[in-house]
């Protein structure tokens, strides 16, 4: 049996899986960290493999962008093929002063412009969007081991990477503020587009969900990195991912 989006059978999908935005990323991290390397899908290039890191089973899936099509995938990873580790690997977008490009950040939680909590909850609550304590405590004590600094706190998953509110006064804002300048009042360090989707999924499922991610554009200071130094911050964060995902 496959899913609508995937064409894996179940069973060749690891228990553990990173999970890049970009097919491509997916591609090279199966081709330079994973050995045995197997591609399961395709369907629509959203490329899918799974090979063995230092002789554990783990996958690698790319979601695409946003939390609609990042939902599509994950759901269908954890209801169909039962896999109950994932990391999201990606880039994000710093906000806050404390944070320079090529910086790796790890979302201890995520809030978010989506409405997917007030579908979910109804607008009863105002749930917390929070990443696995588990995970987390491992990614930033590997992090320590590895050598790389990690800034740990609150994101932004939103649905607009086009958005007015950053740099006028959109509709949200209030007083002398900007929205932007609001969440970075209140300790957001970064803006990407899926964390909250991965942590309420995981949440609901109970299964464990994490995100890491490079500083690959700094939205106040209009500053972006190259493609050479996005690659080796890349890499770095793979590694990190991968040595987090095989501890038992
Ligand atoms: N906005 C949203 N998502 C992102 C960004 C950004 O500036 N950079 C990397 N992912």
Same mark, same amino acid.
């Given at each position: 049996?496959?899913?609508?989006?995937?064409?894996?059978?179940?069973?060749?999908?690891?228990?553990?899986?990173?999970?890049?935005?970009?097919?491509?990323?997916?591609?090279?991290?199966?081709?330079?960290?994973?050995?045995?390397?197997?591609?399961?899908?395709?369907?629509?290039?959203?490329?899918?493999?799974?090979?063995?890191?230092?002789?554990?089973?783990?996958?690698?899936?790319?979601?695409?962008?946003?939390?609609?099509?990042?939902?599509?995938?994950?759901?269908?990873?954890?209801?169909?093929?039962?896999?109950? /580790?994932? @990391? #999201?690997? +990606?880039?994000?977008?710093?906000?806050?002063?404390?944070?320079? %490009?090529?910086?790796?950040?790890? =979302?201890?939680?995520?809030?978010?412009?989506?409405?997917?909590?007030?579908?979910?909850?109804?607008?009863?609550?105002?749930?917390?969007?929070?990443?696995?304590?588990?995970?987390?405590?491992?990614?930033?004590?590997?992090?320590?081991?590895?050598?790389?600094?990690?800034?740990?706190?609150?994101?932004?998953?939103?649905?607009?990477?086009?958005?007015?509110?950053?740099?006028?006064?959109?509709?949200?804002?209030?007083?002398?503020?900007?929205?932007?300048? /609001?969440? @970075? #009042?209140? +300790?957001?360090?970064?803006?990407?587009?899926?964390?909250?989707? %991965?942590?309420?999924?995981?949440? =609901?499922?109970?299964?464990?969900?994490?995100?890491?991610?490079?500083?690959?554009?700094?939205?106040?200071?209009?500053?972006?990195?190259?493609?050479?130094?996005?690659?080796?911050?890349?890499?770095?964060?793979?590694?990190?991912?991968?040595?987090?995902?095989?501890?038992?």
């Amino acid at each position: 049996m496959s899913s609508p989006h995937n064409s894996a059978e179940v069973g060749d999908i690891a228990d553990k899986i990173l999970l890049p935005g970009d097919p491509l990323r997916a591609k090279y991290i199966a081709e330079n960290f994973l050995t045995d390397a197997k591609k399961y899908t395709e369907i629509r290039n959203i490329f899918g493999y799974t090979g063995k890191y230092k002789g554990v089973d783990v996958s690698v899936q790319a979601t695409g962008m946003g939390i609609p099509s990042f939902s599509i995938y994950v759901s269908e990873l954890i209801h169909v093929y039962g896999v109950k /580790k994932l @990391i #999201r690997v +990606g880039t994000c977008g710093g906000m806050h002063g404390s944070l320079n %490009l090529r910086d790796v950040v790890i =979302a201890q939680g995520a809030s978010t412009d989506s409405k997917i909590i007030y579908q979910t909850f109804g607008g009863a609550i105002d749930f917390s969007l929070l990443a696995d304590f588990d995970l987390l405590i491992k990614a930033v004590d590997n992090a320590k081991k590895l050598n790389i600094p990690v800034k740990v706190g609150n994101i932004l998953s939103t649905d607009l990477f086009y958005n007015d509110y950053s740099d006028t006064r959109g509709t949200f804002s209030t007083g002398a503020e900007t929205l932007d300048q /609001k969440m @970075i #009042r209140h +300790g957001i360090l970064a803006v990407e587009m899926e964390t909250a989707a %991965l942590y309420l999924l995981a949440a =609901a499922a109970q299964v464990q969900g994490l995100a890491i991610f490079t500083v690959s554009n700094h939205l106040v200071r209009g500053e972006e990195t190259t493609a050479e130094e996005r690659e080796t911050d890349f890499n770095e964060m793979i590694k990190l991912a991968l040595e987090t995902i095989i501890q038992d």
